[in-house]
């Protein structure tokens, strides 16, 4: 006779509102042992006078991050060993740090600001990120006070630019300027922002908690942790359909709709509500699991709504409508007609890589153009806003003179890229060099169909699997990794995606089986696949429909 083994009770996923309190990981320990957003105080008390040597190493590779700092890539050591050396191997004795800009919104006096600070502080690097942030490089620990009494002075932080935290909260470039806009998103970021940045009830998440608010459908809404989507009701007028669970790394799921539609007064409240369940809720046992798309995923769309309303909102919320698809993808490059008559002005770097000396020239133009607006886009791109009919010519020329394109080809206005192997810690490839070099083939040998192609083609590229640069929501996606070249040789190389999107096309890229191709190979591989496409396209057919039904010997 067999008899029945007891069945395995659950194990329990450190979900606080369960009890679990104990921390079950070496980051939840740090948390608890000391508030990260105490570590500011001993950067300033402490570390900015010891220097790197004396950090403690909990602050170093955990608490710092709450600041937007992270010690960057120790120069030389290759892609293959970025998964066998240890943290301290691989720091170097400089800092990565984020500027968080929500709702990418800038006056030009503080994107000079931002650019003197680089070339005081960061070698004149900086970079745009696909979160609307400024990223430098070379920072010393020695000069973060100086830097944040600039940034603070001019109404900037870094506070929870990176971290267990809610950070830079995305919205809309043409907020309060677009023309078909469905409702300006920016005072219900700056009322996020006012009431819940640094707030200490939610400086201890299960892991990064990433924010959308738009009037539009232009933020990539479907990959973030909550989304504000901008939608008009038919009783109640102009709100915002709310989305939950959105991600992308190594286990990508698209957001789902909960149905409600929120008043512009109400956002605050209801994002916050969202927070807090991911706060008490969520998983922390596991760091791979513990972004809030897996209690989503696990819960569904319903119980979440129900928990949200009866447990935090202590209200039901109206149901309301889905926003509107857009027929493509918007990336704000161009010039463009405003609300009031004036015009914004879409330029783009090559995959957001600018520097401090730029972002000084870029704020000098737009001041002779008559504009005291700039915004950094979630494409990686910037936008002045703001600017007279008459001003437009002399406005570009201006730009075109520091390299930035408002009529940029395809490749130059589909590229985006993550930090890369220059100085991402986890990173097994070059991206931004490689996205340059890219993006200047393709101009030259894809001339000849160039004027043939309406829609941009999408081309993401990633130094590892976190998709950084969201490479599963991209035409054509490149995770970085070492694959083997003709000659057995071990180089630098890519997965690809192809056919991914957001909008009409929301969803994940196709992936051949057993298919990388090596860096050296990458331009030829693109323009094969590109031709294929022209060549073989239906009529009005987008690239994510053709891959949907390509035969594989045409993706490869």
């Not at 709450?66 to 301290?88: C, M, N, S, V």
């Not at 870094?158 to 005072?187: F, H, K, N, Q």
């Not at 006012?194 to 990064?208: C, I, M």
């Not at 972004?291 to 149901?319: A, S, T």
Request: glycine residues 10%; charged residues 25%.
């Amino acid at each position: 006779m067999v008899t029945p083994t007891r069945a395995h009770a659950r194990r329990g996923e450190g979900q606080w509102a369960l009890g679990y309190r104990e921390p079950l990981n070496p980051n939840e320990r740090s948390k608890k042992d000391d508030n990260p957003l105490n570590v500011r105080a001993r950067i300033e008390n402490i570390y900015a006078h010891t220097g790197f040597h004396g950090i403690d190493p909990a602050d170093l590779r955990g608490r710092f991050r709450w600041f937007g700092l992270y010690t960057q890539r120790k120069p030389g050591i290759d892609g293959g060993r970025t998964a066998t050396l240890e943290p301290e191997e691989l720091d170097d004795e400089f800092f990565m740090l984020r500027v968080r800009i929500d709702g990418g919104a800038l006056t030009t006096a503080q994107l000079t600001l931002l650019g003197e600070l680089s070339q005081t502080y960061a070698r004149d690097t900086a970079d745009i990120t696909d979160r609307q942030n400024i990223q430098y490089h070379w920072i010393r620990i020695e000069d973060m006070p100086a830097i944040w009494r600039r940034l603070e002075d001019a109404g900037l932080t870094t506070m929870e630019a990176c971290g267990d935290t809610p950070r830079v909260i995305l919205g809309s470039p043409v907020a309060g300027i677009a023309a078909d806009e469905v409702i300006d998103g920016s005072a219900a970021i700056a009322e996020i922002r006012r009431r819940y940045v640094g707030d200490p009830a939610f400086a201890n998440l299960p892991r990064k908690f990433k924010s959308a608010v738009s009037g539009l459908p232009d933020v990539a809404h479907e990959v973030h942790d909550i989304a504000f989507v901008g939608v008009t009701h038919p009783d109640h007028g102009p709100g915002f359909d709310l989305w939950v669970g959105g991600g992308l790394s190594t286990n990508p799921m698209i957001a789902q709709r909960l149905g409600a539609w929120v008043p512009e007064a109400e956002v605050a409240q209801v994002w916050a509500g969202v927070v807090s369940i991911f706060r008490d809720y969520g998983y922390r046992r596991l760091r791979h699991r513990a972004r809030l798309k897996f209690l989503v995923k696990d819960w569904g769309p319903e119980k979440f709504r129900d928990v949200l309303e009866n447990e935090y909102l202590k209200r039901k919320l109206i149901d309301g409508p889905a926003p509107a698809v857009p027929a493509q993808p918007r990336d704000h490059i161009g010039v463009h007609r405003q609300q009031d008559g004036n015009f914004y002005v879409g330029a783009a770097p090559v995959a957001g890589r600018v520097s401090g000396s730029t972002l000084v020239a870029v704020a000098k133009a737009a001041e002779r153009a008559g504009s005291g607006r700039v915004r950094l886009t979630p494409q990686q791109k910037l936008v002045v806003l703001d600017v007279p009919e008459a001003e437009v010519p002399g406005l570009r020329r201006d730009l075109a003179k520091i390299g930035l394109q408002t009529e940029p080809s395809p490749w130059r206005r589909g590229v985006m890229a993550c930090t890369g192997i220059e100085f991402c810690k986890l990173a097994i490839v070059e991206t931004k060099a490689r996205a340059a070099e890219l993006v200047a083939d393709l101009e030259a040998r894809l001339a000849d169909i160039t004027a043939g192609i309406s829609t941009p083609i999408s081309v993401h590229i990633n130094g590892c699997p976190n998709s950084c640069a969201r490479i599963q929501t991209a035409d054509i996606g490149l995770k970085g990794q070492i694959v083997t070249d003709a000659d057995g040789n071990q180089v630098e190389g890519f997965q690809v995606h192809l056919g991914g999107g957001l909008g009409l096309d929301a969803g994940f890229g196709r992936k051949l089986r057993g298919h990388k191709v090596t860096g050296a190979e990458l331009s030829g591989y693109v323009e094969r696949v590109v031709r294929n496409y022209v060549a073989n396209r239906l009529p009005e057919e987008r690239f994510a429909q053709w891959v949907a039904r390509a035969e594989e010997g045409d993706l490869r």
